[in-house]
């Protein structure tokens, strides 16, 4: 029972150590674009190439 009160304010932090950084991650707009991203991937340019 003693390890119980170790682990769960432990896990608790680290809930909501990854619930921050998700929140961090929407607010600097890390997901604005996902279909223009996926599809830039695609697109062929003769800039990108090395002459």
């Known amino acids: 029972m ?3 009160f ?4 432990f896990s608790l ?3 909501l150590a990854g619930l921050g950084a998700f929140w961090w991650t929407l607010r600097s707009g890390q997901y604005e674009d996902p279909a223009g991203d996926a599809a830039r991937i695609l697109i062929e340019d003769g800039d990108d ?3």
């Open 6 to 9: 170790l682990l769960a304010p």
């Open 13 to 15: 932090a680290l809930g």
């Open 49 to 51: 190439r090395p002459a």
């Open 2 to 4: 003693n390890i119980f």
